[in-house]
T-cell receptor, first 113, second 115 residues
Framework: KNQVEQSPQSLIILEGKNCTLQCNYTVSPFSNLRWYKQDTGRGPVSLTIMTFSENTKSNGRYTATLDADTKQSSLHITASQLSDSASYICVGGYSGGYQKVTFGTGTKLQVIP | DTAVSQTPKYLVTQMGNDKSIKCEQNLGHDTMYWYKQDSKKFLKIMFSYNNKELIINETVPNRFSPKSPDKAHLNLHINSLELGDSAVYFC??????????????FGPGTRLTVL
């Protein structure tokens, strides 16, 4: 069964601090791993997309890593800002027949001053 | 310019009614989607349309019917609304199918409340 699990469910950090969000995925056959940011009341916005051959990808202060052997991904946020407060969703893409995606339940991040 | 737009943003209706949600994308993408996000914030794909043909239907009740008049539009029609249909519905688009690695662009969502 294709699944994506994220941890922690929620996280509170001080402005300026770094944090790392975790994602474990079991999607097969694996095609790609994505991270989205979803602000409250808004649609998800793509942060990074990584394929099997990529093990890291950055987008500004966001850096995603991918370990295809352990089927784990992480999203590292550097020097957090208040605007980073949002839900971060990990998504596993898989092929075979029609290409599909499976969403994780997200990590709710709150950055406080 | 809004890349993916949805209307209405909020929809409150009685059980048993029929309603539609509209979606338009101006990105020139070939694939559009409808997602449902429940109260636990879990996003689940409902439909994908590629070049006006339905290609994925994730065991969604047949009360839900996507309609695509052209490549830039994918509307969602819901018959006989039930309490459990209350959720936020997101439209999205991408150049190719979601599993291909192309970026998906999401609309702002439509919050449906069934009373």
């Amino acid at each position: 069964k294709n699944q994506v699990e994220q941890s922690p469910q929620s996280l509170i950090i001080l402005e300026g601090k770094n944090c790392t969000l975790q994602c474990n995925y079991t999607v097969s056959p694996f095609s790609n791993l994505r991270w989205y940011k979803q602000d409250t009341g808004r649609g998800p916005v793509s942060l990074t997309i990584m394929t099997f051959s990529e093990n890291t990808k950055s987008n500004g202060r966001y850096t995603a890593t991918l370990d295809a052997d352990t089927k784990q991904s992480s999203l590292h946020i550097t020097a957090s800002q208040l605007s980073d407060s949002a839900s971060y969703i990990c998504v596993g893409g898989y092929s075979g027949g029609y290409q599909k995606v499976t969403f994780g339940t997200g990590t709710k991040l709150q950055v406080i001053p | 310019d809004t890349a993916v737009s949805q209307t209405p943003k909020y929809l409150v209706t009685q059980m048993g009614n029929d309603k539609s949600i509209k979606c338009e994308q101006n990105l020139g993408h070939d694939t559009m989607y409808w997602y449902k996000q429940d109260s636990k914030k879990f996003l689940k794909i409902m439909f994908s349309y590629n070049n006006k043909e339905l290609i994925i239907n994730e065991t969604v009740p047949n009360r839900f019917s996507p309609k695509s008049p052209d490549k830039a539009h994918l509307n969602l029609h819901i018959n006989s609304l039930e309490l459990g249909d209350s959720a936020v519905y997101f439209c999205a688009s991408s150049l190719r199918l979601a599993g291909s690695g192309d970026t998906q662009y999401f609309g702002p969502g439509t919050r449906l409340t069934v009373l």
